[in-house]
């Protein structure tokens, strides 16, 4: 499978820059994980981090629902993606969980952001942040996930490049 990233453009409003940035840098991890199988995803850059490939794709579909589903849209009582018990470190876990299962979880968190992310009637929503017990606005969210992409996406490339050489982007 070979991931395509999006053009982002050079020219655009605000909120289509900002949909096309993190639409890039959500195909970027993807694109990332292409061509290895569960183990490869599972594999770690170096000891004693546990950092994975598989555990970057399953914090980001929590990154996702905290802040699409539950902060914008208000589903404060919806759970984690992967624990119950409100802990984000158990996401970077991968061991028992498959390609499928974190991808699955990952793109449905994806598609419930970008919907969310439509309805809502500009960059100036204000929602409550509980967790920070803070005020954001939808462009604070949405800058917020690219930066996490971004970050992420820079591990990404290290976890990559240690499982098998594989450099880019």
């Known amino acids: 499978m070979t991931t395509e990233r999006p053009d982002v453009p050079l020219i655009a409003d605000e909120r289509t820059m900002l949909r096309a940035h993190l639409d890039y840098h959500r195909a970027t991890l993807a694109w990332k994980c ?4 569960d183990d490869g995803l599972r594999a770690r850059a170096s000891k004693p981090s546990a950092l994975s490939l598989l555990g970057l794709v399953r ?14 849209n208000g589903e404060h009582d919806l759970p984690n993606v992967w624990s119950h018990a409100d802990d984000y470190q158990t996401a970077y876990d991968p061991s028992g969980c498959t390609r499928e299962e974190a991808f699955a979880a990952w793109r449905a968190e994806v598609e419930h952001a ?11 929503l204000v929602v409550h942040q509980p967790r920070w017990d803070e005020d954001v606005s939808l462009r604070f ?4 996930l ?3 992409y971004a970050r992420h996406n820079g591990h990404a490339d290290l976890v990559r490049e240690a499982i098998d050489g594989t450099v880019g982007a």
């Open 34 to 37: 292409d061509g290895l199988d």
């Open 141 to 144: 969210v949405m800058l917020h």
């Open 59 to 72: 914090h980001m579909a929590e990154v996702e629902r905290t802040w699409f589903r539950k902060t914008v």
């Open 114 to 124: 970008r919907r969310i992310e439509r309805a809502a009637p500009s960059l100036d």
């Open 146 to 148: 690219i930066h996490e």
